[in-house]
């Protein structure tokens, strides 16, 4: 989704409002819940839903 | 909270000194004498004689009971040191550590075991002076308290194992 808007997860991170370190927790998948504040401001950055942006994998 | 625990570290050596100081002025002033004719006994004994008499193992369980007495009481100084290192954590910020965590059980521990201990030898002490024990006199008695204190300090262990999963969570919610 970052390369389809040509946008850097660090403007991402400062568009929505969190550290570069949480952005990296995020991309790795390693963050155990999202709030929905920042779900939607990610939404929001991105134009997208959320479906967009999560993905179901049976683990 | 860290002008807290400067304080609480303060208070936590002035006790840790004065406990040893106590502790190695009784050690100073125990009377070894008592123990005069026994160490006689055991450099004029005749060899062939049999050493293991029943006057001896008491005369020899009284001297081991009251050096086991003094060292359940380093044990119990050793155990307090643990506040020093969990007061170290919380300065630096680290509440919820394993650290703590693991010394919140050892402190525990140590208390609990100190009680028994120290509950099993007077009794034997009793024993072999041919004095009375009585069983809720020394119950009574002031170090019982660290009992309650040791199981306080177990569940204490748990919420903050509890806390520090919370913690990780929280941390990990973006």
């Not at chain 2, 050892?106 to 201990?117: A, D, P, V």
């Amino acid at each position: 989704m970052l390369t389809e808007r040509k946008m850097k997860s660090k403007e991402l991170a400062e568009i929505i409002g969190i550290t570069t370190a949480n952005m990296s927790i995020l991309k790795s998948g390693k963050a155990k819940a999202i709030r929905f504040s920042t779900l939607e401001a990610i939404c929001k950055a991105l134009d997208c839903q959320p479906s967009d942006i999560l993905e179901y994998v049976e683990g | 909270m860290k002008d807290n625990t400067n304080i609480l570290t303060i208070i936590t050596w002035v006790i840790l000194l004065s406990l040893a100081s106590i502790l190695l002025n009784d050690i100073r002033q125990f009377d070894f004498n008592q123990f005069k004719e026994f160490q006689n006994w055991a450099e004029s004994a005749d060899k062939n004689e049999s050493w293991f008499t029943s006057k001896n193992a008491i005369k020899w369980s009284y001297y081991v009971i009251s050096v086991a007495l003094f060292f359940f009481r380093g044990y119990l100084i050793y155990g307090f040191s643990y506040f020093l290192s969990i007061l170290k954590e919380i300065e630096k910020g680290n509440y919820f550590s394993n650290n703590n965590i693991r010394s919140f059980k050892k402190i525990g521990n140590i208390f609990i075991w100190y009680t028994i201990n120290v509950f099993v030898l007077r009794f034997l002490l009793a024993s072999t002076r041919k004095s009375t024990f009585n069983f809720f006199n020394e119950l009574k008695a002031e170090f019982t308290f660290l009992i309650p204190a040791g199981l306080a300090l177990y569940i204490l262990a748990e919420i903050f194992k509890q806390a520090k999963k919370t913690k990780e969570e929280n941390d990990l919610t973006i």
